[in-house]
Structures are given as C-alpha cells and as structure tokens.
C-alpha cells in the first residue's frame, strides 16, 4: 500500500498552471532571463509558444509533479506481521528416564510407550502456546537444559520429538529437575514464572530432595504444575494366563502433590492419552496468554525515485537545448568561414 507522511505537500502540484493562467498576456523583453537554461526562460518568459514547445512543457510539468510527489515523503507498506506477545515463562521438565519406555498407553487399540504419548501430547500444548517463552528440560539419572527460554516453539517440540529414552539415564532426578528449572527462570519476571513438571515415578538419584527444591522454588514465586503420568492398571501374559498389575506403583503421588501446593500449582494425574490430553487443556486455562498480539507493518521510503526521475528529466531538458545550440553555432561557423580558392584570388 502506498502512503503519504506530509501529504499536504501535494497541495504544490497546481502551482504551475496557476501561474500561467495568471502571468501577464505580454511582457517587457527587458525582464530576467536565465542564459544558461534558455528552456526554462522561454517558459517563463513565454517566447517559446508554438505547438513545438508544448513536450518541453509537459515534461516540465512532469518534472514539477515529481518533486512534489517526493516533498510528501511517500513510503510503501507492507502487509502486517505478527510479533510474539510476551505471556508467560514456561519451562517444561520432561521424564524421559527408563520407566518411560513402559507401553501401557493405547490409542485405537494400539500400545505405545508412555514417551511417545508425551511426545505427542506435549508437543501439541508447545505448539499452542504463541506468545510465551518456552524452555525444555529433560531428566532421567541427570537433568539438563534441551532448550532455553525462547519464542521459537518448532525448535523446542522438534528437540523434544527427537530425544530418545533413557539418554539422561534410567533413574529419575525430580529435585534436580526443578533445581535447573528455578535456575533458568530466576532472570524472568516474577508475574511470568511457571515450571511444568511431568514424571512416572518417584525421585531415587540427585543432588537435591524434591521438596527443597520446591520450597526454593516458591522463594523466587516460581509456579510448578506436576503431572503423574502412567496408568495404574495393565493386563500382562504369566505362567498361568494374563493377570493385572498396576505399572505406575513407584509413582510418587504425594510428593507430587506437596510440590505443587507449596509453590501454588497443581498436581493432576493422567491415567491415560485422554487424561494427559485434558491436563495440558486444563493448563492452558490456569495459564493463559493475556496479552493481545501486536503487529508490525514494514514501511519502505521511496521518496528518492521521484526524485530521481525529475532530476533525470531536469538534466535533460538542459542538455538538449545546450547541445541544439552547440550544432547550430557549429553549422553557421562553417557557413560563415570564407572558401579556400576565394581568397587566393583576391
């Protein structure tokens, strides 16, 4: 889209032809004129008034408009873009220890680990959350940062979707998992910080006892959402015929629980895809992108090309008469120089 900044400038465009209708009918031969642009002083001065003068004038005319399309300070917009909308810190500490690997989790019939289900599900939660910055944090034996804080969410749900289980190890650091999560959100604002915590089974490896490191994190007013993933029942082959076990009898519901409440989160538990499909859908309710989107419309100056072409058009209205003038003085000093043979005789 094309715009004007002073677009009272072009009020000038008329000038002109107001100045011609106005200008006297006959003028005194003694008034100025510019020797060095015999164009301009026949159209001021009018001497220049046959049918050929009229291209001189129009280009003129269209040298005068370009200036003062330039003196608007025209600029080309461009379609707006979206810039990420500040909504919450959010870092996302991800179990991918050896339980993970435990297929109790089934879509359309179908087993799938617990790892690839949060993979999924997960990744779909990152993908919706426009606006916020999103860190991921992985933990097994060990916890280590996967991705900072950033607005790049294909990044954090593509290192997330590659991570193979049991790279950090097979047992389950919850309390150094939180530990790095406060350490990375300390230089956020403090309205903004949230960890969301997904685990299947208890803390048994780490520095650092899980309710201290909660207890540091509600210090620094750091949220934290625990999630105890697994289901609590599944039907396995034995010697005798299949039987049911509960495979999630390691998780750690209760320390869990005093994480969350201590820092002022939640603590929900997902049995199944459906469940850890509404826990994140209830997430995105308790923390919400408040803030309305900006935009941002590039704007481009192209005041210089108008400006250009009436500077071309200007330059050549002077060379073309300066040039003609050249030639015609050129042509009557070669009539005017006296014939070789004629002044040998006389």
Same mark, same amino acid.
């Given at each position: ?68 399309? &330039? =003196? %608007? ?12 909308? #500040?909504? @919450?810190?959010?870092? *996302? ?123 540091? &994190? =509600? %210090? ?12 609590? #029942?599944? @039907?396995?082959?034995? *010697? ?107």
């Amino acid at each position: 889209m094309l715009e004007f900044a002073w677009p009272w400038a072009l009020a000038a465009a008329p000038l002109p032809l107001i100045a011609m209708l106005l200008r006297p009918a006959s003028r005194d031969e003694s008034a100025l004129r510019v020797p060095f642009y015999p164009l301009a002083s026949d159209f001021e001065a009018g001497a220049a008034r046959g049918p050929r003068s009229w291209p001189k004038r129009a280009l003129m005319l269209i040298a005068w408009a370009l200036l003062v399309g &330039a =003196a %608007s300070h025209p600029h080309w917009v461009s379609e707006p873009i979206t810039l990420p909308a #500040q909504g @919450r810190d959010l870092m *996302l500490a991800v179990d991918i220890s050896g339980s993970m690997g435990t297929q109790d989790m089934f879509v359309n019939n179908t087993a799938y680990t617990r790892l690839e289900i949060v993979k999924t599900v997960v990744g779909d939660f990152v993908e919706r959350r426009q606006g916020d910055r999103l860190g991921l944090i992985l933990f097994g034996s060990q916890a280590y940062l996967q991705t900072p804080l950033t607005f790049d969410r294909n990044t954090v749900r593509s290192l997330l979707i590659e991570t193979p289980r049991g790279v950090a190890g097979d047992k389950t650091a919850i309390g150094d998992a939180i530990g790095l999560g406060v350490k990375r959100l300390l230089d956020r604002p403090e309205s903004s910080r949230v960890l969301i915590l997904l685990t299947d089974g208890v803390n048994n490896i780490g520095e650092v006892a899980p309710l201290k490191a909660a207890e540091l &994190a =509600a %210090s620094q007013s750091i949220r934290i959402h625990t999630i105890g993933f697994g289901a609590d #029942q599944l @039907r396995v082959p034995g *010697l005798f015929g299949s039987r049911n076990v509960n495979p999630s009898a390691s998780l750690d519901a209760e320390t869990l629980t005093g994480i969350a409440d201590s820092t002022g989160g939640v603590f929900r538990r997902a049995r199944t895809t459906r469940e850890l499909l509404d826990v994140y859908a209830e997430l995105d309710r308790l923390e919400p992108i408040d803030q309305d989107a900006e935009t941002f419309r590039p704007r481009q100056a192209i005041f210089m090309w108008p400006l250009g072409a009436a500077f071309a058009i200007s330059v050549l209205l002077v060379l073309v008469p300066l040039l003609q003038g050249l030639s015609g003085a050129m042509r009557r000093g070669e009539a005017n120089r006296p014939a070789t043979g004629a002044t040998h005789a006389g």
